[in-house]
């Protein structure tokens, strides 16, 4: 089983489409948290959840909106992609605020 | 400026060989966590510190936490190949402002040839 999922693992889009990227955990964790990561691999925090209250939304733009329909499943979906937007992008969870996290396999998204 | 300097940035070794790689910052921390993150692949936690010179080991990997709680260091004895990855140190920051934020360092991607 699987403990953090998220799909799809690749995306390739165009640039100005809208595209979701899904995320569940089985761990019955608290807390979820999407992360970007550059080329240069530097791993950094988008948002947080916990019990499916937003904490942390770090300067993200607009077009970046995470829903969390429960407290198992943070989605993120973004409007209007740019070729900035090319990154991987993990979901990741933890028992709760402040507590050590546990990532997905990533999403590999590519603009073109 | 980065919470976090990893040093070094890039590693090339052969198996068999020691390697040390550090995790530096001016700041105080309460924990500090180790991941390594495998081609593809999420990163995955290996360790929390917690205490001072605190020194922990799991099986070919030895972790220290600064007397300060200001920097860490990991050791790898014997590397194999299957160490190739990319090692990053992280703290989770507390406070009003800063709850949940786990920091990362920039990494130290680490190639062992068979």
């Known amino acids: 089983d699987t403990a953090v999922s998220q799909t799809p693992k690749y995306l390739v889009t165009q640039m100005g489409n809208d595209k979701s990227i899904k995320c569940e955990q089985n761990?019955?964790?608290?807390?979820m948290y999407w992360y970007k990561q550059d080329s240069k691999k530097f791993l950094k925090i988008m948002f947080s959840y916990n019990n499916k209250e937003l904490i942390i939304n770090e300067t993200v733009p607009n077009r970046f909106s995470p829903k969390s329909p429960d407290k198992a499943h943070l989605n993120l979906h973004i409007n209007s992609l740019e070729l900035g937007d090319s990154a991987v992008y993990f979901c990741?969870?933890?028992?709760?605020?402040?507590?050590?996290?546990?990532f997905g396999q990533g999403t590999r998204l590519t603009v073109v | 400026t980065q919470l976090l300097e990893q040093s070094p940035q890039f590693l090339s070794i052969q198996e068999g060989e020691n390697l040390t790689v550090y995790c530096n910052s001016s700041?105080?921390?309460?924990?500090l966590q180790w991941y390594r993150q495998e081609p593809g692949e999420g990163p995955v936690l290996l360790v929390t510190?917690?205490?001072?010179?605190e020194v922990k080991k799991l099986k070919r990997l030895t972790f220290q936490f600064g007397d300060a709680r200001k920097d860490s260091s990991l050791h790898i004895t014997a590397a194999q190949p299957g160490d190739t990855g990319l090692y990053l140190c992280a703290v989770l920051r507390g406070g009003n402002t800063n709850a949940g934020k786990s920091t990362f360092g920039d990494g130290t991607t680490l190639t062992v040839k068979p």
């Open positions: 510190v917690v205490t001072g010179g």
């Open positions: 990741a969870s933890s028992r709760k605020l402040n507590t050590e996290a546990f």
């Open positions: 700041s105080v921390f309460s924990s």
């Open positions: 761990l019955g964790h608290d807390t």
